[in-house]
Nanobody, 125 residues
């Protein structure tokens, strides 16, 4: 059974940075695109970023473009989300997910087969 485990969340001041990690265990998710989503209390799950298997294609949600960067190390079965210039509105639980579909653009959450348990990110002074 594939498992995705996120880490790196926490409390940060506005303008600060965090790097989230998501490591896949079990069978390596060869060929899978990896994405990040987030969900704030009382709101729908929001697409944040996705990267193709090779890392060549990356796409971002409008609210994080220019501030967040997704990357991956297939050798380590890990995907990262570098978050800079954080704002209070970035506060949410962040989830990583894996999809067998090619990341030719942002993919809907329903396209993802595997999900992590989430990691809390709180941006507050």
């Amino acid at each position: 059974q594939e498992q995705l485990v996120e880490s790196g969340g926490g409390l940060v001041q506005p303008g600060g940075s965090l790097r989230l990690s998501c490591t896949a265990s079990g069978r390596a998710l060869n060929g899978y695109a990896m994405g990040w989503f987030r969900q704030a209390p009382g709101e729908d799950r929001e697409f944040v970023a996705v990267t193709s298997w090779s890392g060549t294609n990356t796409y971002y949600g409008d609210s994080v473009k220019g501030r967040f960067t997704i990357s991956r190390s297939n050798a380590k079965n890990t995907v990262y989300l570098q978050m800079n210039s954080l704002k209070p509105e970035d506060t949410a639980v962040y989830y990583c997910a894996a999809t067998p579909y090619y990341a030719s653009g942002p993919l809907d959450a329903s396209e993802y087969d595997y999900w992590g348990q989430g990691t809390q990110v709180t941006v507050s002074s």
